[in-house]
């Protein structure tokens, strides 16, 4: 655990030292900001239903930025060879990794709540749903890092580990769920196959306040998957 809480302030660290973090957080914040409150004041209801209902799509294009250098920057100058040198694991390098990108969306994240907080002034707010959204967000912030930590151990170049963290997620978020439009009757019992390897479907479903096992079940499988595919390829790059 010393390794990992070394590597993690490490890499937290390095976050902010340069203005590149700055510039995710504001981007985000303006982001959701611009989409969701014209929207609320049209439908004049005290809930963020539209703010989660928008969230997966821009995490898949916010978390792949924040996750691109993570390995493909230490690959491309030499440092991770000098990373392997020191008395540290595969496991515990990707662990600390991953769990400073968590940090770094979860501070990303947090200034949201304050939407939840000044809509409660104006309205009377369900809170259950609210916090399960925030849950279900951590969750899906989570899963999307382990994703992007894969992406950034394909390659060097950071544009590519960008690109190919963005198409991976904004699989999983979006074209998965218009399929279930495209497929023809014939296939129609693969519907269910399809709605759970979504991952705005099992966020939504947490969004509602409906805390269900199987939907955190989804994100810790995606998780892991993503973080074990990781190990396998910087084991096999070394």
């Not at 978390?63 to 230490?74: D, G, N, Q």
């Not at 000044?118 to 809170?127: A, E, L, P, Q, R």
């Amino acid at each position: 655990m010393r390794n990992v809480s070394n590597i993690f302030r490490r890499e937290f660290k390095s976050y902010f030292i340069s203005p590149i973090a700055y510039i995710v957080i504001a981007v985000f914040l303006v982001v959701t900001g611009w989409l969701f409150f014209p929207t609320f004041f049209l439908m004049r209801q005290a809930n963020l239903n539209q703010f989660f209902t928008l969230l997966p799509v821009t995490f898949a294009f916010i978390i792949p930025a924040v996750t691109m250098r993570l390995f493909s920057e230490e690959i491309n100058v030499g440092s991770y060879e000098m990373l392997l040198t020191m008395p540290v694991s595969f496991k515990e390098i990707i662990v600390g990794k991953y769990l400073a990108a968590v940090a770094f969306v979860s501070i990303m994240l947090a200034p949201t709540f304050f939407y939840a907080v000044s809509i409660s002034f104006i309205g009377k707010m369900d809170w259950g749903p609210v916090l399960g959204g925030f849950l279900g967000a951590l969750l899906l912030g989570a899963a999307f890092c382990a994703i992007g930590l894969l992406a950034s151990s394909l390659t060097r170049n950071q544009v590519i580990a960008f690109i190919v963290g963005l198409v991976t997620c904004f699989v999983l978020t979006l074209l998965v769920d218009y399929s279930l439009y495209l497929l023809p009757g014939f296939l129609s019992g693969l519907t269910g196959f399809f709605q759970y390897l979504s991952a705005s479907h099992h966020f939504q479903n947490i969004a509602k306040g409906v805390v269900d096992s199987r939907d955190i079940l989804y994100f810790l499988s995606v998780s892991f998957v993503a973080l074990y595919g990781t190990a396998l390829i910087m084991q096999e790059k070394k």
